[in-house]
């Protein structure tokens, strides 16, 4: 799959998230500050691709996308306001029950509480980003489905991280961080590892077979040793741990191979474009 070359911008503010992640491992713990940071990238993304050209060729948008962006501006906040409100009271009703059932669940079935969290509930977050890329690519939208998916990384890597600290203060009725335990720390550590070997993936703006088989083994063998080990917390954190620094090995040496490819990405994403260079010219390199 071939990614244009405003997508340099999805995959340069991941990967400035993905390395503050490391920043939360080596302070194990989530604070104020680090919300700040983060809605600062956050905000600092949605700013740099506002008013984006559309890709060349590429249709209208169908469906309710099409109906939105029909309406005057004024009435497009006002009905993106209210699906807003609408998916959060959603959220605030199913959120406690499902996870109290999934715990419930995981009780009666033997399972331990915090492999349950840690793997089937994201399956249930994700479904609807994962829906929408499958539905682009069926359209024969390949970029935009994979684009999408890098897109929602980078909120969950900015704002769903950094809220954590506020849910945190909030429960707690004062300011708090959120401290992170051993194996907390270690599957932090982990899915930072995993962000920038795919990071490291993307680096030309492309995404083949072969790289998309090697990320799919080794989560594949990340779940199986997180289950096989799933009543040995303590040989479950040392052989994660070993896991991330394979991802981080390997992320090291697409960086190296790629760093040409990494300047021109830095250079798309925060650099203004050459007078008279068109709004989305193909791919570098």
Not at 39 to 46: L, P, Q, S
Not at 59 to 68: F, R, S
Not at 192 to 200: E, I, K, M, N, R
């Amino acid at each position: 799959m071939e990614l244009t070359r405003a997508n340099a911008v999805e995959v340069a503010f991941l990967l400035l998230a993905s390395l503050y992640a490391f920043v939360i491992v080596l302070k194990d713990g989530i604070g104020l500050l680090d919300f700040m940071v983060l809605a600062a990238f956050f905000g600092a993304y949605v700013w740099r691709t506002r008013g984006a050209p559309e890709a060349e060729g590429e249709d209208e948008e169908p469906g309710p996308a099409a109906a939105l962006n029909a309406l005057p501006v004024a009435g497009r906040w006002a009905a993106t306001a209210a699906l807003t409100l609408a998916a959060c009271g959603v959220i605030l009703i199913s959120a406690e029950p499902f996870a109290e059932a999934l715990v419930g669940a995981g009780r009666v079935l033997g399972l331990d509480e915090f492999l349950l969290i840690q793997w089937l509930a994201p399956l249930a977050s994700e479904a609807p980003a994962m829906t929408v890329a499958v539905l682009f690519v069926l359209a024969g939208r390949a970029a935009n489905g994979l684009g999408a998916l890098v897109s929602d990384k980078i909120s969950q890597w900015t704002l769903l991280v950094g809220m954590l600290p506020l849910a945190m203060s909030v429960g707690a009725g004062s300011l708090a961080n959120l401290p992170l335990d051993a194996r907390q720390a270690e599957e932090f550590f982990l899915t930072a590892a995993q962000s920038l070997f795919a990071l490291g993936l993307l680096l030309r703006l492309r995404l083949g077979l072969v790289s998309a088989f090697a990320l799919a083994s080794l989560f594949c063998l990340q779940l199986g040793l997180a289950f096989a080990y799933r009543d040995d917390a303590a040989r479950t954190v040392a052989t994660l741990s070993v896991l991330a620094w394979v991802y981080l090995g390997l992320a090291a040496i697409l960086f190296l191979v790629n760093r040409r490819h990494l300047v021109d990405l830095l250079r798309l994403a925060f650099l203004p474009p050459a007078a008279g260079a068109p709004g989305r010219p193909e791919r570098p390199g």
